[in-house]
């Protein structure tokens, strides 16, 4: 696309032609010949598509908010006989973009060059396309393109170290969890066959209908589970309680799996995440914090649905809530867990910080209540309460 510069070149050399032609000026012909000229070669040249194969990676694809994280851009050219000098932009889904360091590549050659990402909010960031711009020597024509697909990065939310969680359940001596129950193994789901499998637990009639074995899974629904709902309602939350509300779940949830209990997220607006426990290595831990990074306000989101949820779920449970300020007029509903949850915990985030009953004060009957201004004043508080 023509520049304004181009653009005024162009006029001109119109203007200038066809005066010298209606007067039979030779030299204004010339001229006007000349900048219309110098206009269609800038086409041709800028207008030529760089001939590239582009491939990115993002190292690494996961990283907690401020994190460094850096993207490497590998380019290389497929032309046969010229060298191009390359200037280019990525683009992020966040709206922004951020700048390539310019490259010249040979027919034929390949470089690699790389920058970094930021990583100040937490989110999920789409990096790429690779847009592409060339510009001929006398700026008057600039054209862009794009190249490659996108890569994307997960910018998890901060977290902070608790030093225990509530089970719900009564624990051994040696500190292990242990409250498994005569007949609390239940059955959960079918499954292919593996080799190691007991054959009592082949479900005959599906496999006979699948065409291969399927064996029955069973899971003992007397261990342990904490639960945590994040209440992402629009309405409970500024921009900043949110952020808070977000770091806190995580730090919880990673407390759970260090304390090796089932773990189970779940969100207001109906997205959940269940089944990871024991350790706190990055691969369990990550479908919980994937979800969290992804997570937005919602309008449709329902606390009072949630809620009636949960209290389908078996007795034994511990149910950490985190909200935030703006819902505290909303939380009536949470006593009705009360029955179903032996431990009960409300995070109000974004609040003052301190209430009339203290900062682990109990505002709703057998309910723990914990009010904080961010994430790290509610961890501080969390492992200040004396008996869960």
Do not use: K
């Not at 960031?125 to 006398?138: C, H, I, M, Y």
């Not at 990074?293 to 034994?316: F, K, N, Y």
């Not at 909200?323 to 915990?345: C, F, I, K």
């Not at 009953?357 to 723990?368: A, E, F, K, Q, T």
């Amino acid at each position: 696309m023509p520049t304004r510069r181009g653009i005024a070149v162009g006029t001109a050399g119109v203007v200038l032609l066809v005066a010298g032609l209606v007067a039979g000026y030779r030299e204004l012909v010339a001229l006007g010949a000349v900048a219309v000229l110098a206009l269609l070669v800038a086409l041709l040249w800028a207008g030529w598509p760089p001939r590239l194969v582009v491939r990115r990676g993002v190292d690494p694809d996961r990283v907690t908010r401020g994190d460094d994280c850096r993207a490497t851009v590998d380019l290389r050219s497929t032309a046969r006989w010229r060298a191009q000098t390359l200037s280019a932009v990525e683009y992020l889904s966040t709206g922004g973009t951020v700048p390539v360091p310019t490259v010249r590549l040979r027919a034929g050659a390949h470089t690699t060059t790389g920058y970094v990402l930021p990583t100040e909010r937490r989110g999920v960031l789409d990096v790429g396309p690779l847009e592409v711009s060339r510009q001929d020597p006398l700026g008057l024509v600039a054209a862009t393109r794009r190249y490659g697909g996108t890569t994307r990065l997960w910018v998890h939310p901060r977290s902070h170290r608790l030093s225990r969680v509530p089970v719900g359940a009564a624990r051994s001596l040696d500190g292990v969890v242990d409250a498994v129950q005569y007949g609390s193994i239940t059955f959960h789901a079918l499954r292919e066959y593996v080799p190691g499998d007991d054959l009592r637990h082949v479900h005959w009639r599906t496999s006979a209908r699948v065409g291969e074995l399927m064996v029955r899974e069973h899971v003992d629904t007397s261990l342990p589970r904490i639960v945590v709902l994040v209440d992402d309602r629009a309405s409970a939350h500024t921009a900043a309680s949110f952020e808070e509300t977000a770091e806190a779940a995580a730090s919880v949830l990673l407390a759970a799996l260090r304390a090796e209990l089932t773990a189970e997220l779940h969100l207001a607006s109906g997205r959940s995440v269940a089944g990871g426990s024991g350790g706190d290595g990055p691969g369990r831990a990550r479908p919980y914090l994937d979800l969290l990074a992804e997570l937005t306000t919602s309008a449709d989101a329902s606390l009072p649905r949630a809620v009636r949820t949960l209290r389908q779920r078996h007795r034994g449970d511990t149910l950490v809530l985190l909200t935030g300020a703006d819902a505290v007029a909303d939380l009536d509903s949470v006593g009705l867990l009360r029955d179903v949850y032996p431990t009960v915990v409300v995070g109000v985030l974004g609040g003052t910080g301190t209430g009339a009953d203290g900062p682990s004060g109990r505002s709703l009957p057998g309910v723990i209540t914990l009010t904080a201004r961010t994430a790290e004043e509610f961890a501080g508080r969390w492992d200040g309460v004396s008996t869960w």
